[in-house]
């Protein structure tokens, strides 16, 4: 059975989103010229991968001027959020809660880190009783 192309971007893809997401609106060069301080790769791979990336609906290429500057086309909080879901299904058969307690257990969180976990879980307690 052939694999079905993840609506999700591929670790390449998410480091040219992340260049996208931090600095807005760029050109190939501009995007390839960040993506060189963690890695070395072609000018044409940065160029592909954007034009993959556009036919996949993950960034949009604003033609109307020359040099063609790559937006995202989706927010990054939205991105994210897709790819956690993807993670609590793929990864704890569908639980959140497993998710959260890996996550604090293997992270080295400071106090400040905790304080604002608990003030994230006592807002989502406090909105789950409104509804």
Do not use: C
Not at 41 to 59: I, R
Request: hydrophobic letters at 35%.
């Amino acid at each position: 059975m052939p694999k079905r192309a993840s609506p999700h971007p591929t670790e390449a893809e998410l480091e040219i989103l992340n260049v996208l997401w931090r600095r807005g609106p760029s050109t190939v060069r501009e995007v390839h010229d960040e993506l060189q301080v963690d890695r070395s790769t072609s000018l044409t791979t940065t160029l592909k991968l954007l034009q993959v990336m556009t036919q996949k609906g993950l960034t949009v290429r604003e033609s109307d001027a020359y040099p063609h500057r790559y937006s995202p086309a989706v927010p990054q909080e939205r991105t994210q959020a897709g790819l956690v879901q993807d993670l609590v299904r793929r990864a704890f058969g569908g639980s959140v809660e497993n998710l959260v307690m890996r996550a604090v257990r293997e992270s080295d969180l400071s106090g400040e880190e905790l304080d604002e976990i608990q003030k994230l879980l006592r807002a989502a307690r406090k909105e789950k009783r409104r509804v």
